[in-house]
């Protein structure tokens, strides 16, 4: 069972995708090597089945203790011992973190970055706020100056990570099937096809949703949320929990200022009511508009990295 | 629909400290959930119903123990219960605050049910 989502189904299971990479007839266990229908561009998919489930380490404080009845009689004269069955009652203290599987592999994938020099960023936000045409731009703009990868996160198709590719950076896609969200496991599975480089810049761009990603840590340096003004200026205050997770809000599509009703202020208060520590860039992936303060982002937070 | 994750994750805990017990099943789980860690009671409690069939949990009593939120006033310093992540200090009106509990996710603890033997 898909432990993302919990189908059954084959074509709901997570596939990682690494776009462009030479086809090859090698097969090995857990990999299966197809060319995709309409995708000019060879394909291999992997298939991380259920060996992701035993990843992490688990370190808790147990504190046990049985209860129930329990008859030790030794016969020594004669050494006759029987064999008896008793059912006890163990109450196991575990006072672990739900989600400590995924926060401890994300903790590897974040030391991972810090040992290479990485910067990992989380890109969340709703379907349709502009996240991919934004990157695209982002990676047009530091193209040779700062070497960058791209993690797409999608439930279908690799449509979005074929805009990528087409800007000449490297780019897994992730398919979660019906699941709503990248963990840090599909994380940690795709960077080991990627391969980012020393010192790059790694976008993982996560599924369209801004409910179930605030839950999960990836390992990434910051967590920058988008919106764009086509959406309410109370969306801070809707969904309050991707605002209090996030470390940047980029507020997108402010070309389009004069034709909706959204006030910039408002919303920055929400959000700030949320997260006071929360940081804001006005840009417009389209006419390029404020598109300057986000790569100075980028560059001092790369650079802080290196402090 | 994340609260499935979590639900598969619960099991995945459960299971492994099952195998580390050798306890056939759990007789009970106590959860500890936090009014603001994103985790609807009722998507959890579909989801619940969706995740354990078949697992070691499957016939496991939940207890869910719903820790409130409570926050600190980073001005005057005054603490309060808050229902939202974007409430106002009632003493001075600031929004400068600090969440001090009610995020929590936690499985507190498992009763399991084990087979021993004994020599007698």
Not at chain 1, 58 to 79: F, I, K, M, P, Q
Not at chain 1, 82 to 105: A, C, F, M, P, R
Not at chain 1, 209 to 228: H, K, Q, T, W, Y
Request: proline letters at 4%; a negative charge.
């Amino acid at each position: 069972m898909c432990s993302t989502c919990g189908c059954n189904q084959p074509s709901d299971a997570v596939t990682i995708t690494l776009i462009g990479e030479e086809q090859t007839t090698r097969e090995q266990q857990g990999f299966s090597l197809d060319m995709q229908g309409d995708d000019p561009q060879p394909t291999r998919h992997f298939h991380p089945g259920h060996g992701r489930r035993h990843a992490a380490h688990h370190h808790h404080h147990l504190h046990g203790h049985t209860h129930g009845h329990h008859h030790h009689l030794h016969s020594h004269d004669d050494h006759d011992h029987g064999h008896d069955h008793h059912h006890g009652k163990t109450v196991v203290e575990l006072e672990q973190d739900i989600l400590q599987k995924n926060n401890l592999l994300a903790e590897r994938n974040r030391g991972f970055f810090e040992a290479r020099n990485v910067l990992a960023l989380n890109l969340v936000s709703s379907p349709g706020s502009g996240k991919t045409s934004l990157l695209e731009r982002t990676l047009a703009a530091l193209k040779g100056e700062l070497e960058c990868f791209v993690i797409e996160g999608d439930q279908q198709t690799s449509n979005d990570a074929n805009r990528i590719a087409a800007t000449g950076a490297p780019v897994v896609q992730i398919n979660t099937g019906k699941g709503c969200h990248l963990d840090s496991d599909m994380v940690n599975q795709a960077v080991k096809k990627l391969r980012p480089s020393e010192s790059s810049l790694l976008f993982i761009e996560n599924v369209g949703n801004l409910v179930c990603p605030s839950l999960f840590d990836l390992g990434e340096g910051a967590r920058v949320v988008i919106i764009s003004v086509t959406e309410g200026d109370d969306k801070p205050i809707k969904y309050p929990d991707m605002f209090f997770s996030s470390d940047l809000c980029i507020i997108n599509k402010i070309d389009l200022l004069p034709y909706v009703q959204f006030d910039m202020e408002k919303a920055k208060d929400y959000a700030r009511r949320v997260n006071h520590h929360l940081e804001f860039i006005e840009l417009s992936a389209t006419s390029g508009q404020g598109m300057e303060q986000w790569l100075d982002w980028l560059k001092r937070k790369r650079g802080e990295m290196n402090a | 629909m994340h609260e499935l994750s979590i639900v598969l994750s619960i099991v995945d805990a459960a299971e492994e400290q099952a195998r580390k017990h050798g306890a056939a099943a759990v007789e009970r789980i106590d959860l500890e959930i936090g009014a603001l860690a994103g985790i609807e009671p009722d998507a959890l409690a579909f989801a619940w119903e969706a995740g354990l069939p078949g697992t070691i949990l499957a016939n496991a009593e939940r207890h869910i123990h719903y820790i409130p939120g409570r926050a600190r006033c980073m001005d005057c310093g005054c603490q309060f219960d808050v229902q939202q992540l974007y409430e106002a200090c009632p003493q001075c009106g600031n929004y400068f605050t600090d969440l001090l509990q009610g995020r929590e996710l936690k499985i507190k603890s498992l009763t399991l049910t084990t087979a021993e033997e004994v020599i007698s």
